[in-house]
C-alpha cells in the first residue's frame, strides 16, 4: 500500500512544484517596447518584470502606446483605420541559464547505494526565446513568445497575450479584450501569479525533480502554456480601479487531437473540463514615488484528473511487489474534481531616483471536492481509490521583500508557507501537504536588460517533514538503506543570468 500511495503522489505533484518546474517563466522587460514607445526601460519598469503605475497602463492598453508614427498606414471613408504598420519589427531575443548546486545528491536511480548522481545541474539554456511584443494596430497589441526549454529538451509555443483596447477621450476609462494562454499572466501586479516574486527558475531537486513529487501548490499555478486558452474582458478607471472577468478551457499543445479523452490526459496530468471562469479586482493609489495596490481573484475548475497515469505508476509499484492492479479510469464517465481558489494580494513599490523597495504577496485558499468515484469512502470498483477525503483544503501564503540601489544592485527575501488537509491516499506518508522555505536573492544588473543572479533557496518543511519521510528510500528501490531525506536536502545554490536584447 506504502508503494501504491508514493505513485499516486508522484502523479499529482503534476499540479504542484513539478508542473511549474517544466513551465517557462514569466515574461520580462523587452526591447521592442522601448523601441515603440521611446522611453527607457525605467519607465515602464522598476526592475524587470516589476511594472511602475506608467508600464501598467501600458500593458492595459494593449502594448499599443507609442510615439512613432507608423510606416504605412491607411483609413476608410469612415475615417477607421484598415492597416496600421510600425517601422520597426517588434521582436526580441530572450536568453536564460541557470547553474544550481543541491545540498545533498540524490542515490543513483540505475546503480544500489552508495551510488549517487551529481549534486548539480547546469542549464544552458534553461531557456532561450524568440518574442513579437508591441503594437499590431493602433488598438491591438500582443505579446507572443516561442521558447526552447532546456529542462523539456524541446521548442514549443510559450506566453501568449493579445489585446484589443480603447479608452475614453479623458483617459479616465480604459477598457479591453485579452486572449492569453497563462492564467493570471494578463495581470499587472507582482503579487500573485505568474509575475509573482521571486520569478528565476530553479530547478529543485528533492521536492520536484528526482524525487518527483513536487512542493504542494494551488492548482492555478498550473494552469499555464499547453494546457489551457482563455479569453476575457477588462475595465481600468482612472489609473485606480480594475475589474476583469475571463474563462478559459483546455487547449492541449502536442496531442494528436485537440479534445481531452483517456489518451491525452496525462499531458499536464489533466486537464479543464469545459469552462473555467477566473475573476479579479483591484485598487492601487499612487502618490510621489510611492504605489500601492490590494487585489482579489477568485478561480473555478472542474478538473479531469489523470488517473491513467497514476494507475500506471500504482500498476508499476504493484509489480515490483508481485501483485497485480487494474488501471481505473477513463474519460467517459471521467471522475472530475472541483477547485475553487479564492486569493487576496498586495503589492507596495517605492520608485525613487536612487532607492526602490518593494513589498508584495499574496494569500489563496484553495477548496478541492474530490469525485466520489477517486474517494476511499464511497469507491466500489476494482481499483485503488487516490483520495482519503471527500473534500481538501489547501492555503499557500507567499511575502516577498525586495531593495535596489540605483537599478544595479539589489535583492529579495521571499518567504513561501503551505499548509493543508491530511489525505495519506494523494499526499503520501501521514497525508500532510505542508511546507516552508525562504529565498534569499543578491542581484546585479549592469545594464537593464542584463542580471546576473546570485540565489539560495532553504527549505524547512516538506512535506510535513514527517518521520519516516515519505521521499525515504522507498522512493529508491535499487538503494537500499539510503539514509532518510531531510527537507534541507532540497536547499539550493542558483547561479544565473538572465538578458534580452
Known amino acids: 500500500m506504502r508503494l501504491l500511495k508514493l505513485g499516486a503522489v508522484a502523479a499529482i505533484s503534476l499540479l504542484g512544484g513539478a508542473t511549474l518546474m517544466l513551465m517557462a517563466q514569466p515574461a520580462k ?8 514607445t521611446g522611453l527607457a526601460c525605467e519607465a515602464c519598469h522598476t526592475a524587470p518584470p516589476e511594472l511602475t503605475p506608467f508600464g501598467r497602463r501600458f500593458k492595459l492598453s494593449g502594448y499599443t502606446l507609442t510615439t512613432r508614427p507608423p510606416l504605412v498606414n491607411d483609413i476608410d471613408d469612415y475615417k477607421r483605420n484598415t492597416v496600421w504598420l510600425t517601422d520597426l519589427p517588434g521582436v526580441a531575443v530572450l536568453a536564460q541559464i541557470g547553474y544550481d548546486h543541491y545540498d545533498r545528491a540524490p542515490p543513483d536511480t540505475g546503480q544500489p547505494y552508495p551510488a549517487h548522481a551529481q549534486s548539480d545541474t547546469y542549464q544552458f539554456p534553461d531557456q532561450f526565446s524568440l518574442v513579437y511584443a508591441g503594437a499590431v494596430s493602433d ?10 526549454n532546456g529542462q523539456a529538451g524541446s521548442v514549443g509555443i510559450d506566453n501568449i497575450d493579445i489585446r484589443y483596447s480603447d479608452h475614453t477621450y ?30 528565476f527558475n530553479t530547478v529543485t531537486l528533492w521536492s520536484g525533480g528526482v524525487a518527483g513529487t513536487g512542493t504542494s501548490s494551488p492548482i492555478i499555478n498550473a494552469l499555464g502554456p499547453g494546457s489551457v486558452g482563455g479569453i476575457g474582458a477588462y475595465v481600468w478607471f482612472n489609473d485606480s480601479v480594475y475589474a476583469e472577468f475571463s474563462e478559459y478551457h483546455s487547449a492541449i499543445a502536442g496531442g494528436g487531437t485537440p479534445t481531452i479523452d483517456s489518451t491525452n490526459l496525462a499531458a499536464n496530468g489533466g486537464e479543464v473540463d469545459r469552462f473555467a471562469p477566473y475573476a479579479r479586482i483591484a485598487y492601487e493609489y499612487d502618490w510621489g ?28 509499484a504493484a509489480a515490483l511487489a508481485g501483485n497485480s492492479y487494474t488501471p481505473a479510469q477513463t474519460f467517459n464517465p471521467g471522475a ?36 466520489d468515484q477517486l474517494v476511499a469512502a464511497t469507491f466500489t470498483g476494482a481499483s485503488v481509490p487516490i483520495y482519503n477525503n471527500p473534500t481538501d483544503t489547501l492555503t499557500q501564503f507567499l511575502v516577498t521583500g525586495e531593495y535596489w540601489r540605483d537599478r544595479r544592485y539589489g535583492g529579495l527575501v521571499s518567504f513561501t508557507r503551505t499548509t493543508g488537509t491530511s489525505d495519506p491516499l494523494a499526499n503520501g506518508g501521514d497525508g500532510s501537504p505542508a511546507n516552508q522555505y525562504e529565498v534569499f536573492e543578491a542581484d546585479y544588473m549592469p545594464w537593464l536588460n542584463v542580471r546576473f543572479i546570485l540565489q539560495y533557496n532553504a527549505y524547512q518543511v516538506v512535506a510535513n517533514n514527517q518521520n519516516p519521510f515519505n521521499l525515504s528510500n522507498n522512493t529508491f528501490p535499487n538503494s537500499p538503506g539510503f539514509p532518510n531525506v531531510k527537507a534541507s536536502d532540497n536547499n539550493t545554490w542558483v547561479v544565473g543570468l538572465w538578458m534580452d536584447y
Open 289 to 316: 514615488y510611492n504605489s500601492a495596490e490590494i487585489g482579489a481573484s477568485g478561480l473555478y475548475v472542474n478538473w479531469i484528473p489523470s488517473v491513467g497515469y497514476i494507475s500506471k505508476q500504482q500498476a508499476a
Open 139 to 148: 488598438k491591438v497589441g500582443a505579446w507572443m513568445q516561442l521558447t526552447y
Open 29 to 36: 522587460a523587452v526591447p521592442p517596447f522601448a523601441r515603440q
Open 336 to 371: 472530475i474534481n472541483k477547485y475553487t481558489d479564492l486569493s487576496v494580494d498586495w503589492q507596495y513599490q517605492y520608485n525613487g531616483q536612487h532607492n526602490i523597495f518593494g513589498f508584495l504577496g499574496h494569500i489563496t485558499h484553495e477548496r478541492q471536492q474530490n469525485s
Open 170 to 199: 479623458d483617459n479616465k476609462w480604459v477598457w479591453g479584450i485579452t486572449a492569453n494562454n497563462y492564467v493570471t499572466f494578463q495581470d499587472v501586479w507582482n503579487g500573485i501569479g505568474s509575475y509573482t516574486l521571486p520569478n
